[in-house]
């Protein structure tokens, strides 16, 4: 039986680097047969987290009336969730960073998952990503029982695009056939 891919992309330009990246990972997931959704974070309304901890005196329900809760939702029904962000001033975007403070009702409920980590940055270097690839780490640390499968480092890609041709997108690629 095929797994549940949910992709979570966090660029703001629709067809920007990291988010190929993304259907990079979802092609190759499709061609095994595994069933993939794509989140895209710039289509949808997610507010702060505003720490009021409503969400740990009502069973986990935030406070918030907005798209997280589908999201989170979705989150708990998938066996791999990949997460895509372009780098910003040497970090995750805020969209992304944003998107993960809002998994605070339920992150140790978050079990029994792969993850995938992709990343864009204009910089060519892979330590480009390094803040932002810890981060994602103190994420993943904080969950149930998750495993980090694998990292995409799509350096050298400025302009929309420019990630066409380079090993990120055939590694990409590979690993959503393989998941
Ligand atoms: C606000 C902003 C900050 C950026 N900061 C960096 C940076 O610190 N280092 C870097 O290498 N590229 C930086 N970039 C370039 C993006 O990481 C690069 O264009 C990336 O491929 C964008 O991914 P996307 O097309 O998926 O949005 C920045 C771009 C923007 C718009």
């Known amino acids: 039986m095929g797994k549940n891919v949910l992709i979570v992309s966090a660029s703001p330009r629709k067809g920007g680097n990291s988010d190929l990246l993304c259907l990079q990972f979802m092609t190759g997931a499709k061609a095994q047969g595994h069933q993939v959704e794509k989140v895209n974070l710039r289509e949808t309304k997610i507010g702060y987290c505003l720490a009021c901890e409503h969400c740990r005196q009502h069973d ?20 791999v969730i990949v997460m895509a962000t372009p780098v910003y001033f ?18 140790p409920d978050i079990s029994d998952k792969d993850l995938y980590f992709l990343m864009t940055s204009a910089d060519e270097r892979k330590e480009a990503m390094d803040t932002a690839l810890a981060g ?15 990292v995409v480092f799509g350096t050298g890609a400025w302009k929309i695009g420019d990630i066409k041709g380079k090993t990120a997108m055939t590694q990409a690629y590979e690993m959503g056939k393989n998941v």
């Not at 403070?101 to 992150?107: A, L, M, N």
């Open 90 to 107: 040497y970090n995750m975007s805020g969209q992304m960073k944003t998107f993960i403070d809002r998994v605070y009702p339920v992150y």
């Open 60 to 79: 986990g329900m935030c406070v918030q009336q907005d798209d997280m809760g589908e999201i989170l939702k979705k989150m708990g029904a998938a066996d």
């Open 136 to 150: 994602f780490r103190g994420f993943l640390s904080c969950l149930g029982e998750v495993a980090e499968k694998g």
